[in-house]
């Protein structure tokens, strides 16, 4: 793979996601021993609105990495920073064929950057059970488990 070019926006910049979002989300489809059919069920579409209505008193940012020869998107980092002051990685992926190469570690790098600029007081992203393989990622920038939360299946 050639370079890889970024670019930054808000949250004009959500629609460009959906593919890779898509992606993402049936990854937990697969991956999610209880909730695969609440993830089979949700659209891109809902989760906008979800990113929308928690970024609505605070700030989203969307970072996207497009391969440079070709111009294909392969990762994004959508970010907020809350009204309370409080920086959230909302979103992560990078497609499984881009990895390893740094993408996901310059997005995180970005939105890290993004916050510290924005003096948030905390830090936090949540990862779906099912998905604790990225733990160890998300450990090199400075986040652990902090809590569980169980939820009823509908």
Not at 72 to 78: A, E
């Amino acid at each position: 793979m050639s370079d890889v070019r970024y670019e930054a926006g808000g949250s004009d910049k959500l629609d460009q996601v959906e593919a890779l979002w898509l992606n993402l989300n049936q990854h937990h489809v697969v991956r999610s021993p209880f909730f695969s059919e609440v993830y089979a069920s949700k659209t891109f579409d809902t989760r906008k609105k979800e990113i929308l209505s928690k970024g609505k008193k605070g700030i989203i940012r969307t970072d996207l990495a497009y391969e440079s020869e070709t111009g294909v998107m392969v990762g994004y980092c959508i970010s907020i920073i809350h009204a309370d002051n409080v920086g959230e990685i909302e979103s992560l992926v990078v497609l499984k064929e881009s990895r390893g190469m740094g993408i996901g570690e310059s997005l995180m790098q970005r939105s890290m950057k993004w916050m510290e600029e924005h003096k948030v007081k905390r830090k936090r992203l949540e990862v779906y059970f099912g998905n604790e393989e990225a733990f160890a990622f998300y450990k090199r920038f400075g986040f652990f488990p902090k809590y569980t939360v169980l939820e009823q299946i509908p």
